[in-house]
T-cell receptor
Framework: AQSVTQPDIHITVSEGASLELRCNYS??????LFWYVQSPGQGLQLLLK??????LVQGIKGFEAEFKRSQSSFNLRKPSVHWSDAAEYFC????????????FGAGTRLFVKA | DTGVSQNPRHKITKRGQNVTFRCDPI?????LYWYRQTLGQGPEFLTY????????KSRLLSDRFSAERPKGSFSTLEIQRTEQGDSAMYLC??????????????FGEGSRLTVL
């Protein structure tokens, strides 16, 4: 069965510092992998996605993620965090064919210190 | 605005009452999804439609829950005889033709249900 694990419930980083959010997945076939961000009172917004090709993918707002099949991981990174990045981040896995029954992790809440 | 629209945004009800939420997807999207999100958790899949056909329902969707998408456009999610455990954010998402998309879901802002 599909599953997604985000080991860190919350992370605090200083503004300007680098960020890495961890994600591990379990999926029986080639996964489609996603990172979404949710700000308070708002819906989820897609940051980036991976489904084939280059294992390092670039997203919006300066985020990137690297797919490592051998580790079943899809960690999200940003070299320099801005205060506006404070939000909840969700890793998700979906099936080939797109969008079918996407499964989400429990999320990591990011706090940014001034 | 042509994003996914959900209403009402907030609903407070007493235990045992029925509630209905509506979702209007992006107009050209033929797939529509319902998720439930509780505090501290990620969205949990409830059900999805392709056009008017409901193709899968999660075990989370008890007999008290029913979802419809009668004309393949908007969808409704009804919860009968609400229980306190139904308190959650109900999220709707849509996506485009599966032959064309790579899985991105477009979410509405959600409908928050509080059962007293």
């Amino acid at each position: 069965a599909q599953s997604v694990t985000q080991p860190d419930i919350h992370i605090t980083v200083s503004e300007g510092a680098s960020l890495e959010l961890r994600c591990n997945y379990s999926y029986g076939a080639t996964p489609y992998l996603f990172w979404y961000v949710q700000s308070p009172g708002q819906g989820l917004q897609l940051l980036l996605k991976y489904f084939s090709g280059d294992t390092l993918v670039q997203g919006i707002k300066g985020f990137e993620a690297e797919f490592k099949r051998s580790q079943s991981s899809f960690n999200l990174r940003k070299p320099s965090v801005h205060w506006s990045d404070a939000a909840e981040y969700f890793c998700a896995v979906g099936g080939q064919g797109g969008g079918f029954k996407t499964i989400f992790g429990a999320g990591t809440r990011l706090f940014v210190k001034a | 605005d042509t994003g996914v629209s959900q209403n009402p945004r907030h609903k407070i009800t007493k235990r045992g009452q029925n509630v209905t939420f509506r979702c209007d997807p992006i107009s050209e999207h033929n797939r529509l999804y319902w998720y439930r999100q509780t505090l501290g958790q990620g969205p949990e899949f409830l059900t999805y439609f392709q056009n008017e056909a409901q193709l899968e329902k999660s075990r989370l969707l008890s007999d008290r829950f029913s979802a419809e998408r009668p004309k393949g456009s908007f969808s409704t999610l009804e919860i009968q005889r609400t229980e306190q455990g139904d308190s959650a954010m109900y999220l709707c998402a849509s996506s485009s033709n599966p032959d064309e998309n790579t899985g991105e879901l477009f979410f509405g802002e959600g409908s928050r249900l509080t059962v007293l």
